[in-house]
């Protein structure tokens, strides 16, 4: 069975600074890979996804993350963040069977001013 | 435009009543999802249809019941609501094929008293 691990709870960063968020996950073949972000109240909002060919996958609001298959990991990155990226990000996994994802726990992003 | 919508946004109920969360969706989606969201769990996935008349159980269905009577829309019942189901509730809809976008309601806010 596929899962999701987020090893972070809680990150801070500075506002301007560079962000990496870790995804790492578990699936026996090449699976579908989502970064989702919550805002306080919200629903959740697709970053962005991988599902094949370049590894490198830009998203939306100037976040891009990168597959590599010999770590089993998806990290999120932002060369500078803006306050308003304070949020939860979730990273998530879908197995080509089925169309469910699975979800990690969760990092919530702090930004100092 | 196309949105999916939930209701009530917040509900207070008391232990052993019947409960049931709305969901509609105008994007005209096959898949629709249902999951709740608690502290240090992430999301977890309760139930879920693959379109009319199918309903799926996920890894947290006790004390739940789903029924999708047309596309639109898929309401979530709590038989007899308990304490451990305060929570905010996510319901959510993807075309078919797992590579697809989840697209997610605002959320509802459960108390059960």
């Known amino acids: 069975a596929q899962s999701v691990t987020q090893p972070d709870i809680h990150i801070t960063v500075s506002e301007g600074a560079s962000l990496e968020l870790r995804c790492n996950y578990s699936?026996?073949?090449?699976?579908?890979l989502f970064w989702y972000v919550q805002s306080p109240g919200q629903g959740l909002q697709l970053l962005l996804k991988?599902?094949?060919?370049?590894?490198l996958v830009q998203g939306i609001k100037g976040f891009e993350a990168e597959f590599k298959r010999s770590q089993s990991s998806f990290n999120l990155r932002k060369p500078s963040v803006h306050w308003s990226d304070a949020a939860e990000y979730f990273c998530?996994?879908?197995?080509?069977?089925?169309?469910?994802?699975?979800f990690g726990k969760g990092t919530r992003l702090h930004i100092l001013p | 435009d196309a949105e999916i919508t939930q209701s009530p946004r917040h509900k207070i109920t008391e232990t052993g009543r019947q409960v049931t969360l709305a969901c509609h969706q105008t994007?005209?989606?096959?898949?629709m999802f249902w999951y709740r969201q608690d502290l240090g769990h992430g999301l977890r996935l309760i139930h879920y249809?693959?379109?009319?008349?199918?309903?799926n159980k996920g890894e947290v269905s006790d004390g739940y019941s789903v029924s999708r009577s047309n596309t639109e829309d898929l309401p979530l019942t709590l038989e007899s609501a308990a304490s451990s189901q305060t929570s905010v509730y996510f319901c959510?809809?993807?075309?078919?094929?797992?590579?697809?976008?989840?697209?997610f309601g605002p959320g509802t806010r459960l108390t059960v008293l």
């Open positions: 959510a809809s993807s075309e078919s094929g797992s590579y697809n976008e989840q697209f």
């Open positions: 998530a996994v879908g197995a080509r069977r089925d169309d469910k994802i699975i």
């Open positions: 991988y599902f094949s060919g370049d590894t």
């Open positions: 994007w005209n989606h096959n898949n």
């Open positions: 699936y026996g073949a090449t699976p579908y």
């Open positions: 249809s693959y379109g009319v008349h199918d309903t």
